[in-house]
T-cell receptor, first 116, second 109 residues
């Protein structure tokens, strides 16, 4: 079946604008994760959903970042008043269950966000 | 807070030579350790995790709690091993993966 998909693959925006990044997880996966990867760094955790609810949003850097998963499938990461420092690759991953239950996180191809 | 350190940003190895990618972690409890790999123009994918104790594509990694290390090893490098490798950590009750900064491995023909 299809893996995790993310749209758009690339997004260029101007400082101060609002952006939405979409993630379609693998069908049936209850867990969904967002990570951010800046140049030369490893992925950095942002938020984790179990079903429709955000189980851990401790990685969101500030209140300009928000994510939703209203029906427990597709998720949208929303960034308000974008700043140049938000430029990064945003990765989404999904899993059939928890890591400690030996479930694997499957990653999408990422959305490259560039804030001019 | 947990932390993962990969001291080598770049590593070049001749084909057929042994490979060792270093990973050290800091976490006071019992961690779950992973190696992820990203081949050119492909997405990030799990290579192996310590709990499964498997050898994947000839790679193995042993968790050394005394040295807080989880180094990735392969006895004979192949050209197709060229990729970006990330070490990552998680622990019970915390679903997020904490990644290192990665090591770019280049196999010289």
């Amino acid at each position: 079946g299809a893996g995790v998909s993310q749209t758009p693959s690339n997004k260029v925006t101007e400082k101060g604008k609002y952006v939405e990044l979409r993630c379609d997880p693998i069908s049936g996966h209850t867990a969904l994760y967002w990570y951010r990867q800046s140049l030369g760094q490893g992925p950095e955790f942002l938020i984790y959903f179990q079903g429709t609810g955000a189980a851990d949003d401790s990685g969101l850097p500030n209140d300009r970042f928000f994510a939703v998963r209203p029906e427990g499938s597709v998720s949208t990461l929303k960034i308000q008043r974008t700043e140049r420092g938000d430029s990064a690759v945003y990765l989404c991953a999904s899993s059939a269950g928890t890591l400690v239950s030996y479930n694997e996180q499957f990653f999408g191809p990422g959305t490259r966000l560039t804030v001019l | 807070a947990q932390r993962v350190t990969q001291p080598e940003k770049l590593l070049s190895v001749f084909k057929g030579a042994p490979v060792e990618l270093k990973c050290n972690y800091s976490y006071s409890g019992s961690p779950e350790l992973f190696w992820y790999v990203q081949y050119s123009r492909q997405r990030l994918q799990l290579l192996l995790r310590h709990i499964s104790r498997e050898s994947i594509k000839g790679f193995t990694a042993d968790l050394n709690k005394g040295e807080t290390s989880f180094h990735l090893k392969k006895p004979f490098a192949q050209e197709e091993d060229s990729a970006m490798y990330y070490c990552a950590l998680a622990y019970f009750g915390n679903e997020k993966l904490t990644f290192g900064t990665g090591t770019r491995l280049t196999i010289i023909p």
